[in-house]
């Protein structure tokens, strides 16, 4: 039970696998909101769920599916987009049902790009297997950037990894192993203005990192960086990076934090109650940060939320 403790937390096991999610709006964890430059808004991808599931676009405060967008669900994948709009995906980890009626998860290390069109799988080979990592499109390096996760299935294996990888004509390099600390339950994010690409969250990693297009440089120490799966997001609008949620102990708190380069301050202290796992992205069109889902280490959530600089929205139920 080690590696599902992990993942989701014991306390919200048996909720998640009860959360079959078939249609928008129910509750979900373990998706990724990304921002879509061709479709002008925000994308969900993935999340845990049995079965196919279609990219999902916020339309008016609502999600409505993109036809001929299935793939097979995905959980706690890696997922990015490119400036024309194009996704990648990376990894992640699958239900499969056994002969007993139980479930476990598996994952897998296959590396997906969607075109606008259809889905693809454009690479088996690179980064290992593994979920709980981050991933970033580098606008300045023209490169995407991977690092970290874990690898934890039910064939008993746990690795964490801290390897960096670029995904760069078509194919994967290992750029680095130095930097943080192998782990997962982390969080990216690119400061396009800078050109750096930070990084927080984990077990037992209390830094905030920056990748400079060549190497990791260990920064501040101190909140909100020891989060355990919090969400980041680059907020053009106001140049800065925010974090909303993970968890600190036993807790899930529920404030707003951003990052300038040079230290965090927190942004609000109400809004969106207190999670894990769940999805942020910036939606550059209406100039407003996104979030959805995720855990609270008692129930699995389905709430969409907007931040407006400093205040929070709930949209729709």
């Not at 993935?46 to 008016?60: E, K, S």
């Not at 969409?304 to 729709?316: M, N």
Request: charge should be negative.
């Amino acid at each position: 039970m080690e590696w599902r403790e992990r993942q989701l937390g014991a306390t919200m096991l048996t909720l998640l696998l009860l959360a079959q999610v078939a249609t928008p709006g129910e509750p979900l964890a373990g998706a990724a909101l990304v921002y879509g430059p061709r479709e002008r808004c925000v994308l969900l991808v993935g999340g845990d769920a049995d079965g196919a599931r279609p990219l999902l676009r916020l339309d008016q405060g609502a999600w409505k599916p993109i036809p001929g967008s299935e793939l097979p669900s995905r959980s706690l994948a890696a997922v990015a987009a490119d400036a024309e709009g194009n996704l990648l995906l990376h990894g992640g980890s699958v239900r499969e049902r056994q002969a007993d009626g139980t479930t476990d998860y598996r994952v897998r290390g296959d590396t997906w790009r969607w075109d606008g069109k259809a889905w693809s799988c454009v690479a088996t080979d690179g980064p290992a297997p593994r979920d709980h990592h981050g991933m970033v499109f580098d606008a300045r390096h023209r490169t995407f950037l991977l690092f970290g996760g874990s690898d934890a299935d039910p064939d008993g294996r746990s690795v964490l990894y801290g390897d960096t990888w670029e995904w760069r004509d078509g194919r994967w390099e290992l750029v680095a192993e130095e930097g943080p600390r192998p782990g997962a339950h982390l969080a990216l994010a690119h400061d396009t203005v800078r050109g750096r690409t930070v990084l927080v969250g984990g077990r037992g990693d209390d830094r905030t990192w920056e990748w400079d297009g060549t190497s990791w440089q260990a920064l501040t120490r101190g909140p909100p960086a020891s989060r355990v799966s919090p969400r980041l997001a680059w907020d053009p609008k106001a140049q800065r990076v925010l974090l909303f949620g993970g968890s600190a102990g036993a807790s899930h708190p529920a404030d707003t934090w951003a990052w300038d380069g040079e230290r965090w301050s927190v942004v609000a202290t109400s809004g969106p109650p207190g999670r894990t796992v769940h999805a942020l992205a910036f939606d550059e069109a209406r100039g407003v940060a996104v979030l959805f889902g995720g855990a609270d280490g008692a129930s699995v959530l389905g709430d969409l939320w907007e931040l407006d600089g400093a205040r929070w929205t709930r949209l729709g139920r």
